[in-house]
């Protein structure tokens, strides 16, 4: 029996990296996902954040089992998922399902609504009786938002909003545990943002779910996380609860993102330091010695470039970071909401 205190997701030094040329000339590799560790509790959500390339999708890849990687630990509710058998992962991984970034792509053209929802019963026998296909189909549908009358038409006869819900119903199809959130709601308008936000909360209630929730607005991860995680090039550089390390942000790099968040009311109080980082990401082929931020940090010194950080608790506060000159504690600081 799983300890109940046992997190439902566990990942540990966790390596994925990608071999660049042929079969016979393989002389580098991508270092998508660099030892990243990180804790899940039951019922919360982890909002992931960094910029385009730091390794954000191909994390929640290779956690749903669509990467593989070289090296780490991945366990859901103590099952270990590196190198288990087909029969046993597949069994472990039912209780894991994805949100796609992109509703279109996500979404097989030939198949209706009610079909993409079912296809997750066709390709697991047993889970609804061939015979309640229809009516579990539409009763998932009807709860995220659409309308019944629609379960028959094909993805291109909704909008993107209405095809995310379609997404969403389907992965509610397997009564998951943790569902994965690869910027769900980027390709979306604002407003109809805001409805699948309010839908994922009342989901989440409902149906006591835990999310891995992958985004690029850091004032919708504010909104929706319990937890907050930051990544830049492939690592970990600071986690801890959200409203810490919103308000307090302790490593450089998560203070520069936050900077470009704006204010809500510009206007009230003093202007907010506006952080521009120099240069670009590094390569993740040929990755800066050290510390990866160290290349665009304005702290960096000979001892970032010697020696790469451990990810350890920050002194002052319970987040954990690795930087060798962390930023004192802050006074809060305002993200706007979406």
């Not at 990180?38 to 910029?51: A, I, S, Y």
Request: glycine share 6%; with cysteine.
């Amino acid at each position: 029996m799983v300890d109940p205190r046992t997190p439902l997701l566990e990942v540990r030094n966790l390596h994925t990296e990608f071999p660049i040329g042929s079969q016979l000339r393989r002389r580098n590799v991508v270092q998508a996902v660099n030892d990243v560790s990180f804790d899940l509790q039951r019922g919360e959500t982890l909002g992931l954040v960094g910029e385009s390339g730091s390794g954000k999708s191909t994390l929640a890849r290779t956690i749903i089992g669509l990467d593989h990687p070289v090296s780490g630990s991945i366990k859901l509710d103590g099952a270990e998922l590196v190198g288990a058998s087909a029969k046993a992962r597949r069994e472990t991984v039912r209780r894991m399902q994805m949100v796609f970034q992109d509703p279109i792509a996500s979404l097989n053209p030939r198949l209706t609504a009610e079909d993409s929802v079912s296809e997750a019963w066709r390709v697991n026998p047993g889970t609804v009786k061939r015979g309640q296909w229809h009516n579990r189909a539409v009763e998932l549908l009807e709860r995220v938002g659409l309308n019944p009358d629609h379960a028959k038409r094909y993805p291109h006869q909704f909008s993107g909003g209405q095809r995310q819900r379609i997404g969403i119903a389907r992965a509610l199809a397997l009564d998951p545990e943790l569902i994965i959130c690869d910027e769900a709601v980027s390709a979306l308008d604002v407003s109809v943002q805001a409805q699948i936000l309010n839908l994922l909360t009342d989901l989440r209630r409902d149906f006591n779910l835990t999310y891995l929730f992958i985004a690029h607005d850091l004032s919708v991860v504010r909104h929706l996380s319990d937890q907050t995680l930051v990544m830049y090039l492939g690592a970990v550089m600071e986690t801890g609860e959200s409203e810490s390390v919103f308000t307090s942000p302790r490593h450089p790099y998560t203070r520069a993102l936050l900077s470009a968040v704006p204010a809500v009311r510009p206007w009230d109080g003093p202007p907010r330091e506006r952080i521009l980082l120099s240069g670009d990401l590094p390569s993740a082929i040929n990755p800066p010695t050290g510390c990866p931020f160290r290349t665009r940090c304005w702290k960096a010194t000979q001892l970032c470039a010697d020696e790469r950080p451990e990810l350890a608790v920050a002194d002052g506060t319970e987040q954990l970071l690795a930087c060798h000159f962390p930023e004192p504690v802050a006074e809060a600081q305002e993200v706007s909401h979406t």
